[in-house]
Every structure is written in C-alpha cells, then in structure tokens.
C-alpha cells in the first residue's frame, strides 16, 4: 500500500477504499465469527423442533401451532413470527452489539476511526453488518422451515391451506413465505437501527444487549396495557404479530403496511443518531 503511494506521488486521504472492499471485509468478518454460526445453528434447529413437536402431538387447532398440522408450508411463517418476539431480535443486538461497542471495548474502534474510509461510510459499513445477519438469521429461519414443514410435516402436494379456509398453491404459498421473510427483516432492520445508536454510546457491548432485550420486554407490557392504547401505534413491538396475516386469503396488508412504515420511523431515527454519535466521537 505504501509502495503504490509513493510511486504515484499521492497522499492516503478519507474515503479513499473501495466500499465494495469494505462491505465484503465486513461481511466476511461477520460471518465468520464463531457466535454467529453457532446462533444460525442454533436458530435452524426451531423450526425443525416445532415439526417434531407438531408430528408428536398429532393434533390440529385454531391457532398458528395447530394449522401447522399436516399444512407444513405454514411452519416458517409460524417459526418466525415466534421467533421475532426474542430471539431473532437478540442475534441482532449482538451483532450490533459487537460492530462498534464491541470494536471499542476490543481498542480497535479508533484504528478505524483513524482509517481512510471516512466517518459516513464506516456507518454504512457498520450498519450493513448487522443487515447481513439479519438477513441470514431469517433465511436461515424461513429455509428450514420450509424443508422441514415439507419433509416432516407434509402437506398435499406442497399446497398451503390459510387461516381463512381456502387453499394456495407451492408458488402463491412460497410467495406468502417470501413475503412474511422480507417483513421480518424489516421488523429487524429496525431493532438493528437502535441497538447500533445505543452501542455507538458505550464500550460495553452487554449494555446494548440488555437495552434492546430490555426495551423490547418495556415494550411488549405497555402494548398489553388497556389504559396506554393510546401509545399502541409508536411501539415497535406492537406489528410483531402482523406476519401471520400474511396466511389469510385475501392477505390482509393493514398491520403488515402499519406496522413496516413504523419499522422505517425507527430505523430512519436509530440511523441518524449512529451517524451523528460517529461523526462526533473523539478518535
């Protein structure tokens, strides 16, 4: 590197990388982490541990759990519409929780402070982290669940039957799938978003976990508050169940629209605080 600058008589200056070379390093750092993929194993062994359970128990049902039996295309949505209360959200606060908290506790946020990529687009960088595990969580998730809603549960011929009675399709029920995946990342993407804002505020990567783990429990107990109905609609939380809409004919796209524009309001509002807090913060 230095070669190359002394030869062409330049000086290394701010955002002089290539950002496709810093998002495939963080990406690959990311992925490689041994917690990351013993979570990814960990997470792909739910939805095989729901279709056991549902075989074992060999009994149908009103709920989400119960039309998983003999209907194994309704596995993944069921998986990651329960999954997204806990544990989802904790594998992105992890990853949050090490893209800067966890860089500064280590010592090696301020070499990247100092490095020439530029404030900007180390939060990019940052940010497009805890995406790519958000992502790989959910396919991870929405992938199994569909082998094993097909293999162990089965189904007629890989069509879906809906909450509403009426039967879809392989390709319109990988549809449904696809589409309650996409809005479970969003659902993530924000939670993502305010766990980066908090870690860009501390060294302590334990404390972002607990702030997001906590938020989301404050969050979930105002929800179920009659008197606080009012606060409803400002509350992360309160679209979490809205994935399963996505197993009604005619879909219903109420609470999946409501509840992603809130999924954008806090991303939009986390990412200005990670971005302000970074270009602020002392190398």
Request: glycine share 16%; charged share 10%.
């Given at each position: 590197m230095t070669a190359s600058l002394v030869e062409t008589g330049t000086t290394p200056h701010r955002g002089s990388a290539p950002m496709g070379r810093l998002l495939g390093a963080e990406m690959r750092w990311v992925l490689r982490r041994p917690r990351t993929l013993v979570m990814l194993g960990l997470f792909a062994l739910v939805p095989i541990l729901i279709a056991?359970?549902?075989?074992?128990?060999?009994?149908?049902?009103?709920?989400?759990?119960?039309?998983?039996?003999?209907?194994?295309?309704?596995?993944?949505?069921?998986?990651?519409?329960?999954?997204?209360?806990?544990?989802?959200?904790?594998?992105?606060?992890?990853?949050?929780?090490?893209?800067?908290?966890?860089?500064?506790?280590?010592?090696?946020?301020?070499?990247?402070?100092?490095?020439?990529?530029?404030?900007?687009?180390?939060?990019?960088?940052?940010?497009?982290?805890?995406?790519?595990?958000?992502?790989?969580?959910?396919?991870?998730?929405?992938?199994?669940?569909?082998?094993?809603?097909?293999?162990?549960?089965?189904?007629?011929?890989?069509?879906?039957?809906?909450?509403?009675?009426?039967?879809?399709?392989?390709?319109?029920?990988?549809?449904?799938?696809?589409?309650?995946?996409?809005?479970?990342?969003?659902?993530?993407?924000?939670?993502?978003?305010?766990?980066?804002?908090?870690?860009?505020?501390?060294?302590?990567?334990?404390?972002?976990?607990?702030?997001?783990?906590?938020?989301?429990?404050?969050?979930g107990v105002l929800g179920a508050i009659p008197a606080l109905d009012w606060l409803a609609p400002y509350l992360l939380t309160t679209g979490f169940s809205a994935g399963a809409d996505v197993l009604r004919d005619p879909m219903s796209w109420g609470d999946i629209g409501g509840s992603t524009l809130r999924a954008l309001c806090y991303i939009a509002i986390g990412g200005g605080i990670t971005t302000s807090r970074m270009l602020t913060r002392d190398a």
């Amino acid at each position: 590197m230095t070669a190359s600058l002394v030869e062409t008589g330049t000086t290394p200056h701010r955002g002089s990388a290539p950002m496709g070379r810093l998002l495939g390093a963080e990406m690959r750092w990311v992925l490689r982490r041994p917690r990351t993929l013993v979570m990814l194993g960990l997470f792909a062994l739910v939805p095989i541990l729901i279709a056991i359970g549902v075989v074992v128990a060999d009994r149908g049902g009103n709920g989400l759990i119960g039309a998983i039996a003999g209907n194994g295309l309704v596995l993944p949505v069921v998986a990651m519409t329960l999954m997204l209360a806990l544990l989802l959200p904790l594998a992105v606060g992890m990853a949050a929780a090490d893209a800067i908290a966890g860089e500064a506790a280590h010592g090696t946020l301020r070499g990247l402070l100092l490095a020439p990529v530029g404030r900007g687009r180390l939060v990019v960088m940052k940010a497009f982290g805890v995406l790519v595990v958000t992502v790989v969580a959910t396919l991870v998730v929405a992938v199994v669940g569909v082998v094993a809603g097909l293999v162990v549960v089965g189904g007629a011929d890989g069509t879906l039957v809906t909450l509403s009675g009426t039967t879809l399709g392989f390709g319109e029920a990988m549809g449904r799938v696809g589409i309650a995946a996409l809005w479970t990342v969003g659902q993530l993407a924000a939670v993502g978003a305010i766990a980066l804002a908090i870690s860009a505020f501390t060294e302590h990567p334990l404390v972002v976990l607990a702030s997001v783990l906590g938020g989301l429990i404050v969050f979930g107990v105002l929800g179920a508050i009659p008197a606080l109905d009012w606060l409803a609609p400002y509350l992360l939380t309160t679209g979490f169940s809205a994935g399963a809409d996505v197993l009604r004919d005619p879909m219903s796209w109420g609470d999946i629209g409501g509840s992603t524009l809130r999924a954008l309001c806090y991303i939009a509002i986390g990412g200005g605080i990670t971005t302000s807090r970074m270009l602020t913060r002392d190398a």
